[in-house]
């Protein structure tokens, strides 16, 4: 009997990671749920899983920091053996008018929300390759794709996610890996819950379907992607967002 294929998702103890993870575990994978500081929740998430009877494990990890990345995933290959499919979703947003950007502020946006997708990338792909096979999912966001002020760090880390998925998708095709992204709009979790209220009123005026999106609506999407229903699908970047961008 083939074993449990293996995801690995990176923030998974809050929002949307936490939902990618319990919708891979609904579809039959064992899951290595990712944190960085909140190990409470992510041991809820854990225990959510393993009741769905699928195994899991959370793994405490710094995104941004390559040492702990590589760590994780011994971590992940030695407890469930294999990974098949990675999702890069821990991020941040640290709006910032240009002036008012600090150093530290900018330095963390990169290291979590790009170097850390390119850390967990090479190290799934190390796996992948002796497999041949395996899927690589990115959260990108809608602000990759149009202007929102004090937005230019988070839009030009994920504009950076949308590029390096594309590139990533031919580097990676001829060994049966599939690289993609999801540029989410506005998702009801703790990141949109800290935007001012007038600010949420303001940006429903601009959503053509007239609500936030669920975090349910974007792990479907992501447990898409990683299933074999989207073998011919590689190099996108698909936008959930409600009509917002149009
Ligand atoms: P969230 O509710 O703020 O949750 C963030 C998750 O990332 C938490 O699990 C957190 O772990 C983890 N995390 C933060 N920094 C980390 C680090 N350095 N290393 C490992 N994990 C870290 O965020 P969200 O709204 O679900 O967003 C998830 C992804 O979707 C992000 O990439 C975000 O940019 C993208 N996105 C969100 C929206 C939206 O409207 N919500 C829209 C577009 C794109 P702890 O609990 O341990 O802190």
Redesign the pocket.
Known sequence: MEENKVALV?????????AIAMRLAAAGYDVAV?????EE??NKVVSAITALGRRAIAVK????DRGDVNAMFRTVVKELGRIDVLVN?????DDAFLLMLSPDSLDRSLN??VK?YFYCAQAATLKMFKARRGAIIN?????SLMALPGQSVYAAT?GAINSMTATLARELAPYGIRVNAI?????A????AHLPEEKIKEYLTQIPLGRLGK?EEVADLAAFLASDEASYITGQTLVIDGGLSL
Do not use: L, Q
């Open positions: 990176t923030g998974a103890s809050r929002g949307i990671g936490r990712n944190y960085n500081s909140n929740e992510a990890a710094n995104a941004g979703n821990a991020g941040v947003v979590i929300n850390g959260i990108s966001s809608v602000s994920k540029a989410p709009g506005f998702i979790t703790d990141m949109v975090v």
